[in-house]
């Protein structure tokens, strides 16, 4: 039989979700894993879709199973596996099948597949969203040639979350343009998520507020301008028991966060670009501080405890609120910045509205707040977000509440280390003369380097003295 519309190789937590959510959508579907066994139970264990799925065992199977000009989507593992995976498929298909690695590949690997390929055709798409995401409706970010991209367009549509009947799939560009996008969604995900971690922290140690409390604080700003996935889950997380001990799950969790990377390679490609996203850069850093177990109990032995303990009506939590609201807005912004330098940089046309509408369901970074970024960004997509009138205005009425919390957690020893950066970087962002001339003077002093005058001419230096 080869009626299959699409292939996918790979059933591990995304790959067997996103079949079962294709197969859903009422498009035959072969499947193939490197583990035989996973194949059958995943196809025992499909229920009413096991009709629609041809399960395979060999690639020679698969590849045969699918129709012609085939596409087939990897959902292994970035990195070697892709390559290999690659090399192993490729004599087996005819030169106008398509692979697509849906992966969490670095773009630049995509940019290499991308090349290798040459005319045959390779896609790389971001998916976001995670296991319920892949199986109910992801966040899709495509890159390639866009006539690959229409060739499976109609699947990855049907697929795809609904904002408003729109799908969040777009194709943002050549190449590795659709898995650069998902790397700076992905680090925008880790500064939203250290920005609520770090307003969970004030009011766990500033503010006493026991986890339920906070699940509910988290859930009520769920209903107003902070509406969003992230602080939905927080909400939940904050609120949820640990059934072994009967305390509250937060309590029982090693504050030690994980990562695979993908902040990280936003964080390099921001300082190759130099991109300022220091939000994104303190969220990354937070992260790999947090592993340092050892050494931050060692450091509270040595140093002592910080107060932490915020005395009575400091803060309120509708200022939290707004400081979360402004750290959120400026975190968006740099990520939004950075893709403009990336466009310009590496000759794509990354759609910028589009990508804040393909943000607005199905991943980890949907908010409320994304419908006025896409409309702001249509205006001029150019400009800083933070400069458009809708979102300058909730700087205004927000950032004096942010100050208050970064001085507050400051003086009272509480770490926050992105919201901090955000304030700093609107600071920055409004100060019209700044320190650099300092620097300027500094490096001219040791390195000759020269310096521009405000009244005119560059490559001056000074009488400094010895
Ligand atoms: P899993 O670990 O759950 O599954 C990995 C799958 O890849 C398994 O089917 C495994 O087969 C197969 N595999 C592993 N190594 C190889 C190899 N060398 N050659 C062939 N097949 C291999 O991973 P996920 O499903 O979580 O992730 C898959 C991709 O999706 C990754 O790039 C990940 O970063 C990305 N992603 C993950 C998200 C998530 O929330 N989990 C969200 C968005 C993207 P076997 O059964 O034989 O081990």
């Not at 310009?344 to 509205?353: H, Q």
């Amino acid at each position: 039989m080869s009626n299959a519309r699409i292939g996918l190789i790979g059933l591990g937590t995304m790959g067997a979700a996103l079949a079962l959510n294709i197969a859903d959508n009422g498009f035959p579907i072969a499947v193939w894993n490197r583990t035989t066994a996973t194949t059958q139970e995943f196809h025992a264990g499909a229920g009413d879709l096991a009709g629609m799925i041809t399960p395979t065992e060999t690639l020679e199977e698969l590849v045969a199973s699918i129709a012609k000009p085939r596409a087939i989507i990897l959902m292994v593992p970035a990195g070697q596996a892709v390559d290999d995976q690659i090399a192993a498929l490729r004599p087996l298909l005819d030169d106008d099948d398509l692979i697509i690695d849906a992966g969490n590949a670095n773009f630049h690997d995509t940019n290499r597949r991308a090349d290798a390929a040459g005319d045959l055709p390779f896609l790389g798409i971001g998916v976001s969203g995670g296991e319920e995401g892949a199986r109910f409706g992801p966040s899709i970010m495509g890159g390639g040639k866009r006539a690959y991209w229409d060739r499976v367009s109609d699947v990855l549509n049907a697929i795809a979350a609904k904002h408003d009947d729109t799908a969040c799939a777009t194709w943002m560009g050549e190449g590795g343009a659709g898995h650069f996008v998902k790397a700076v969604h992905n680090g925008i995900e880790y500064a939203d998520m250290q920005m609520i971690a770090e307003v969970y922290g004030i009011m766990r140690d500033g503010m006493d507020m026991a986890p339920a409390a906070i699940g509910e604080t988290f859930a009520a700003w769920d209903d107003g301008p902070l509406k969003s996935y992230l602080v939905e889950i927080s909400g939940k997380v904050a609120a949820a028991t640990d059934p072994k001990t009967g305390k509250p799950m937060l309590e029982v969790i090693v504050d030690a966060a994980g990562q695979k990377g993908t902040g990280r390679w936003t964080v390099i490609e921001a300082q190759h670009l130099a991109a300022p996203i220091p939000a994104i850069e303190a969220a990354v850093v937070a992260r790999n501080l947090s592993s340092q177990l050892e050494t931050r109990q060692a450091g509270e032995a040595l140093f002592g405890a910080a107060p932490h303990h915020l005395p009575h009506d400091t803060l309120t939590l509708g200022t939290l609120e707004q400081a979360l609201m402004a750290g959120k807005i400026l975190c968006y912004a740099q990520g939004f910045d950075m893709i403009v330098k990336a466009s310009e940089s590496f000759g794509w046309a990354l759609p910028l509205p589009e990508i804040a509408k393909v943000w607005r369901a199905g991943c980890i970074i949907r908010s409320a707040m994304l419908d006025d970024m896409a409309t702001a960004l249509g205006e001029d997509t150019g400009r800083n977000l933070m400069f458009a009138p809708r979102f300058a205005t909730l700087l205004q009425e927000n950032h004096n509440a942010l100050r208050q919390v970064v001085a507050q957690a400051a003086l009272h020893g509480l770490p926050l280390p992105a919201l901090s950066s955000g304030l700093a970087y609107f600071d920055t962002m409004r100060t019209g003369r700044g320190t650099a001339n300092m620097i300027q003077g500094q490096r001219d002093f040791f390195g000759a380097h020269g310096f521009a005058r405000v009244d005119g001419g560059s490559g001056h230096h000074g009488p400094w003295g010895s």
